[in-house]
Every structure is written in C-alpha cells, then in structure tokens.
T-cell receptor
Framework: EADIYQTPRYLVIGTGKKITLECSQTMGHDKMYWYQQDPGMELHLIHYSYGVNSTEKGDLSSESTVSRIRTEHFPLTLESARPSHTSQYLC??????????????FGEGSRLTVL | KQEVTQIPAALSVPEGENLVLNCSFTDSAIYNLQWFRQDPGKGLTSLLLIQSSQREQTSGRLNASLDKSSGRSTLYIAASQPGDSATYLCAVGGGSQGNLIFGKGTKLSVKP
C-alpha cells in the first residue's frame, strides 16, 4: 500500500487568494509528480521532480509553482487563484527502477474550487 | 507524441460476467504500462504494472496483457462484482522523467 498523503482533500476559496496544496510521501521516493484532472478528462502532468532541489514543468502549462526542499515533501502553490484553476490535483511518487519503469503511486487528490 | 485511447468509454454489465477493457497507444517505445482504478472523487489505485519486456501480469481476478508491437493492452476482469464499479485508467510510461501518459478511462458499472 502506498504511503502518499495530500491535504486538503477539498478546498473552496475566493478569487485572488494564495493557496498551497500539500503532498507528502514516506517511501523515500526521489521522483514525484503533480497531475491535474478535470471531470471526465485524462490526467495531465503539470510539475515533476527528480529529487531535492529539482523541479521541472510538465506537459500542461500551469500557473502554479512547486518546491522540493525535502525528499518527502512536494507542495504546489497558486499565488493568486482564479476560477480557471478549479480542478482536481493529484500528487504521485515513483518507486525506484531503471529507465523510469518504477510503479507510480497516487495520493487521494485535492479538489480545488475557486469562486 | 504519445496518445492513449481507451475503448469503450463506459460499460455496464451484470454481476458475474467476465469482461475486457481495451487500451491502445500510438508509440510502441514505452518503458511500461500501468492500469489504475479510480473511484469517484478519489485518487488512483495501482492495479497492475507491466514492464516493456513482459507480456502479462496477474493479480487475483485481474489479468493485464501487453502487445507492444501492435500498441495494445487489455485488462481482463473475471467474475465481476458490484465492488468493481469504478473508472479504469490505462497509462503508458516513456521518457527519462518517468512520466505517464493517461487515457481518459473506461467507466465500469457492475449491476447486482
């Protein structure tokens, strides 16, 4: 069973607010990811990290930012939330394996609604 | 650019039926393929991981196959149960960052 945790699970906020979605894993995985998923749609990668002090943008353009100061922690921040940011955000980590073939484990997700 | 397609988009079956979910991908240069289950409003639960050198993986009532050359994978669910109702997602892994490309999923409903 995967040990990856996201908080908050649900968040409703007003436009212009700054928010941080937390993601923590206790498995010691180096590679971590943030995906965005709209209802009925596929997941899209928005950020990833190879390890401490490593952050990269994913395939889908996002106004969010991430940081990786500790291996176990990969928070996502929106400086000024807008209604277009309403979505589900899913954090994941990958077990180590050669050639990027390790298994991906997901958290429960954070569902964000911006009014 | 890798594209992943899942057919059908939705499926409704009576309890006890065996069923097959299909996944196809356009670029056969993949590291692995992973099947997930997603319940409404929840995250993804990993079901099966098939490495590119493997042809199939089994876990309980689930069996997943991989045919890289034809760009296809199937997820076979035996003796379906109402608790199997969920959206099933297929994702292929490729690239050094270990990213997965996802399909839109198949929404399965198993009627008692």
């Amino acid at each position: 069973e995967a040990d990856i945790y996201q908080t908050p699970r649900y968040l409703v906020i007003g436009t212009g607010k700054k928010i941080t979605l937390e993601c923590s894993q206790t498995m010691g995985h180096d590679k971590m990811y943030w995906y965005q998923q709209d209802p009925g749609m596929e997941l899209h990668l928005i950020h990833y990290s190879y390890g401490v002090n490593s952050t990269e943008k994913g395939d889908l353009s996002s106004e969010s930012t991430v940081s990786r100061i500790r291996t176990e922690h990969f928070p996502l921040t929106l400086e000024s939330a807008r209604p277009s940011h309403t979505s589900q955000y899913l954090c994941a980590s990958r077990s180590p394996a050669t050639g990027g073939s390790g298994e991906l484990f997901f958290g429960e997700g954070s569902r964000l609604t911006v009014l | 650019k890798q594209e992943v397609t899942q057919i059908p988009a939705a499926l409704s079956v009576p309890e006890g039926e065996n069923l097959v979910l299909n996944c196809s991908f356009t670029d056969s240069a993949i590291y692995n393929l992973q099947w997930f289950r997603q319940d409404p409003g929840k995250g993804l639960t990993s079901l099966l991981l098939i490495q590119s050198s493997q042809r199939e993986q089994t876990s309980g009532r689930l069996n997943a196959s991989l045919d890289k050359s034809s760009g296809r994978s199937t997820l076979y669910i035996a003796a379906s149960q109402p608790g199997d109702s969920a959206t099933y997602l297929c994702a292929v892994g490729g690239g050094s960052q270990g990213n997965l490309i996802f399909g839109k999923g198949t929404k399965l409903s198993v009627k008692p």
